[in-house]
């Protein structure tokens, strides 16, 4: 996480610590994305591959409900 306080405007899932340190590498290079700084939470699936494989949807669904909803959120049409 970028380290502010308060939900975050990104959530990644991860499969494994690697893969979590390579997303947290490319969010940090936000300017040569050409992007603004966001605020994001790197998640590590409890059950690595198979369940971002087979269950991504649903864990970042539950996810999603703690975020606010504004514009450009998919929140909303990820609750519908």
Same mark, same amino acid.
């Given at each position: ?49 198979? @369940?971002?494989?087979? @269950? ?25």
């Amino acid at each position: 996480m970028t380290g502010e306080e308060g939900p975050s405007e990104l959530v990644v899932l991860a499969a494994d610590g690697s893969m979590a340190a390579a997303l947290e590498e490319v969010l940090k290079r936000h300017g040569a994305l050409g992007i603004r700084q966001i605020t994001y939470d790197i998640v590590i699936h409890p059950y690595r591959d198979p @369940g971002v494989l087979n @269950g991504a949807a649903a864990f970042l669904q539950a996810q999603a409900r703690n975020l606010p909803p504004r514009r450009g959120n998919l929140r909303s049409a990820w609750l519908r």
